[in-house]
């Protein structure tokens, strides 16, 4: 392994490629570690059963934003403005018209709640109507939103999310983990299967130690989830401390995918959506035939994900299967198998889905941004301000973080160890 780089990235996912990209640009020399075999973390495209489809992130969300599509685009890569699937429900379902208006009614007056609850306990729980018949369905959604329950919530956080989102949400085609593993530029060099053990300041710069050896730079930028961050992976230097409890501040969720093959002709329609039981804080969102694929993709949050977390993917594969028999009947069971699940929350790389800030604690996403003596410089989606919980937010902090280390360079100043951390 070369010895000295400029910069060295912690992270292959979207925002060390973002922070990658930039540096590139600023010609920076640029080492990316990555404790996986693969390019994209989260963003992680499959091929399956001969279709392209997204175990992680998806949806290009505020795609008129979104720096992605830029990317894509001028990559040669398709983005579908369509309406996304869960705005067409299926025309195979009986649906109940009135219990799915109280639903979305129940939902959307939790979050006018939350702006009540935010200046006080910030608990986006404390916003559920007492007794309340769909607070199940509320759950549900908050699950698919922020991977936890409505107790783990900062209600703050969830509403500033919330207000910054376009409502845009547009599709690729050969999959967004495709895209993101492909933007990678080639000037950096990648080391895969490497996790870095330890990182170490030195007199002018960085040590980042691995199990085959340990390299320099002038700087780093560790992306990494707030799960490996938090807990005991990577050794950081003792003064990291603040940042390590900023990421224990912003847990990752639960949010899981099945994947089912539609093996023979059935009247499931294309580019369509259907959802689960409506009282259930378990129930899966159904994505049928995207892109006219013979394939059903069921996505669980929260409760429902812990199923596969706890239970396996048998029972996962059941608890879709007996939703899908609900909605379509009995004949739909021997027209369904199983393709795929995800396991986000057991890869001991990641460990979970994206963060979520905790009551109180919404500060944290600021803090956990902050450069460690101008040297170490932190990203990834859980230190942008409110695209967290996205890939584009991922990138974006990327070349935050990206543009700190370049400035860093041109400084060249190193701090005074006794430099307050988090100084305004």
């Not at 600023?26 to 990555?34: C, K, Q």
């Not at 807990?231 to 994947?259: H, M, Q, T, Y």
């Not at 057991?346 to 600021?366: K, T």
Request: proline share 6%; hydrophobic share 40%; charged share 20%.
């Amino acid at each position: 392994m070369a010895s000295e780089f400029d910069v060295v990235i912690v992270g292959g996912g979207a925002a060390g490629i973002g922070a990658a990209r930039r540096l590139a640009a600023g010609a920076a020399s640029t080492l990316l570690l990555e404790a996986s075999s693969r390019i994209g973390g989260r963003a992680y495209t499959q091929d399956l059963g001969g279709y392209p489809l997204d175990l992680g992130c998806e949806w290009l969300h505020s795609g008129d934003r979104n720096a992605w599509v830029g990317i894509a685009e001028a990559s040669g890569f398709t983005v579908d403005r369509s309406d996304p699937p869960w705005t067409k429900a299926h025309p195979g379902i009986v649906q109940d018209e009135d219990g799915q208006k109280a639903a979305w009614r129940a939902y959307g007056d939790w979050e006018e709640r939350l702006r009540m609850v935010a200046p006080g306990s910030d608990r986006a729980s404390d916003a559920l109507e007492p007794g309340g018949p769909w607070n199940g369905y509320v759950r549900a959604i908050a699950g698919f939103m922020s991977g936890v329950a409505p107790e783990c919530i900062s209600a703050t956080d969830y509403l500033t999310y919330d207000d910054a989102s376009t409502g845009k949400n547009w599709n690729l085609p050969l999959g967004y983990g495709t895209l993101v593993a492909a933007s990678l530029p080639s000037s950096a060099t990648v080391r895969l299967a490497t996790p870095a053990e330890r990182i170490d300041m030195t007199g002018d710069g960085v040590e980042v130690t691995t199990r085959v050896g340990a390299v320099r730079a002038k700087a780093a930028i560790l992306t990494v989830s707030t799960a490996v961050l938090a807990g005991d992976a990577i050794r950081l230097p003792s003064g990291v401390d603040p940042w390590r409890e900023a990421a224990a501040a912003l847990p990752l969720g639960r949010n899981e995918k099945i994947f089912l093959e539609i093996g023979r002709d059935t009247a499931f329609g294309p580019d369509t959506h259907a959802y689960g039981n409506l009282k259930d804080p378990r129930s899966a969102a159904y994505s049928i035939r995207p892109n006219g694929w013979p394939v059903i993709e069921a996505f669980l949050g929260g409760e429902g994900a812990g199923i596969l977390d706890e239970e396996g993917p048998a029972a996962g594969f059941a608890f879709v299967a007996s939703e899908l028999v609900g909605l379509f009947g009995s004949d739909v069971a021997s027209a369904i198998r199983p393709l795929a699940a995800t396991s986000w929350s057991r890869m001991a790389s990641i460990g979970g889905a994206y963060s979520c800030a905790l009551p109180g604690q919404s500060d944290a996403r600021a803090r956990l941004a902050q450069p460690f003596e101008n040297r170490l410089f932190f990203a990834g989606e859980a230190t942008h301000p409110f695209d967290f919980t996205t890939a584009h937010g991922a990138h974006d902090s990327g070349q935050r973080a990206a543009d700190e280390a370049l400035a860093a360079l041109r400084n060249s100043h190193v701090p005074d160890r006794r430099d307050p951390p988090f100084a305004a």
